[in-house]
Nanobody
Framework: QVLLAESGGGMVQAGGSRRLSCAGA?????MGWFRRVPGKEREFVAA????????RYADSVNGRFTISRDNAENMVYLQMNSLKPEDTAVYYC??????????????????WGRGTQVTVSS
């Protein structure tokens, strides 16, 4: 059973930084971060393959966010810089079978954490 747990959320001012962590990431799985704003569907933020060598970002965060992983520690991270109020959301990490390579589609993910709230104030 895969149990994922996000941490690192909180309140931050616009322009600031925050690092989210996801514990429980199995080395053989591809991993990703998604976010949800109340009243909207969960949207893709960033993903990487099992090795961490291949990464993909949503256009809205490209150049500001960085996804990474530490397979020895079963951890995945999301470094968020230059945060904007529109980044306010609940952030979820998810795992996707490694055979898919790199997963940007929510439907490919088979395990999710419970989420962590990030609030960016203007």
């Amino acid at each position: 059973q895969v149990l994922l747990a996000e941490s690192g959320g909180g309140m931050v001012q616009a322009g600031g930084s925050r690092r989210l962590s996801c514990a429980g990431a199995r080395p053989q799985d591809a991993m990703g971060w998604f976010r949800r704003v109340p009243g909207k569907e969960r949207e893709f933020v960033a993903a990487l393959d099992w090795s961490g060598d291949n990464k993909r970002y949503a256009d809205s965060v490209n150049g500001r966010f960085t996804i990474s992983r530490d397979n020895a520690e079963n951890m995945v991270y999301l470094q968020m810089n230059s945060l904007k109020p529109e980044d306010t959301a609940v952030y979820y990490c998810g795992s996707c079978p490694g055979r898919y390579g790199l997963c940007t589609k929510e439907g490919l993910y088979d395990h999710w954490g419970r989420g962590t709230q990030v609030t960016v104030s203007s």
